[in-house]
């Protein structure tokens, strides 16, 4: 059982460049969000979906896309990065299972990105 | 939309001291609160969460934390802190039919344990 995987780890991107940050869960489940962390700032939730073919957005969603094709997936797009979104970016999944089960909210390692 | 504050952005403790880490939360109907940790450089790790019932939630690593309604507070205890729980806190309340959708985090609180 992988849990929620993310890649890359690490990247470097120039200013302008797009690239898609890479999230899957093997949990079958029907949440999926992004966050990215910055200091001082916490983790700010970006893009968010609560099943296959159904996406929203999160408090700072400019700059990104994100598609939620299969329930297995939620990849994160940037269009032409930008310094500012250098940043470590983490996925997260959960499940549907009632509110007495107290559902747990599983995390990526995380992804260090950087835009020179 | 709901909110946290950690007013402590860093916390000093020396080893077999008590620590208190507070949160207050703006929330509408009844939270879902969650208290997490990171080491630097790593991923998340959940420490404990509060969804219903019993106010008093034990979590892992010896930690509990106290959810009080009236305050709206989530505050995270341990009795005696350990050089290894030098790390940074994170409490969060969670949003949607069952709290899970989507989380909004604390701006966070470091904790640096001296001997």
């Known amino acids: 059982n992988a849990g929620v995987t993310q890649t890359p780890k690490f990247q470097v991107l120039k200013t302008g460049q797009s690239m898609t940050l890479q999230c899957a869960q093997d949990?079958?489940?029907?949440?999926m969000s992004w966050y990215r962390q910055d200091p001082g700032m916490g983790l700010r939730l970006i893009h968010y979906s609560v099943g296959a073919g159904i996406t929203d957005q999160g408090e700072v969603p400019n700059g990104y896309n994100v598609s939620r094709s299969t329930t297995e997936d939620f990849p994160l797009r940037l269009l032409s990065a930008a310094p500012s979104q250098t940043s470590v970016y983490f996925c997260?999944?959960?499940?549907?299972?009632?509110?007495?089960?107290?559902?747990?909210?599983?995390f990526g390692e995380g992804s260090w990105l950087t835009v020179v | 939309a709901q909110s946290v504050t950690q007013p402590d952005i860093h916390i000093t403790v020396s080893e077999g001291a008590s620590l208190e880490l507070r949160c207050n939360y703006s929330y509408g109907a009844t939270p879902y609160l969650f208290w997490y940790v990171q080491s630097p450089g790593q991923g998340l790790q959940l420490l404990l969460k509060?969804?219903?019932?019993?106010?008093l939630v034990q979590g892992i690593k010896g930690f509990e934390a106290e959810f009080k309604r009236s305050q709206s507070s989530f505050n995270l205890r341990k009795p005696s802190v350990h050089w290894s729980d030098a790390a940074e806190y994170f409490c969060?309340?969670?949003?949607?039919?069952?709290?899970?959708?989507?989380?909004?985090f604390g701006t966070g609180t470091r904790l640096t344990i001296i001997p």
């Open positions: 509060y969804f219903s019932g019993d106010t």
């Open positions: 969060a309340v969670g949003a949607g039919n069952f709290g899970n959708e989507k989380l909004t």
């Open positions: 949990m079958n489940h029907e949440y």
């Open positions: 997260a999944s959960s499940s549907d299972r009632g509110r007495s089960s107290g559902n747990t909210i599983y």
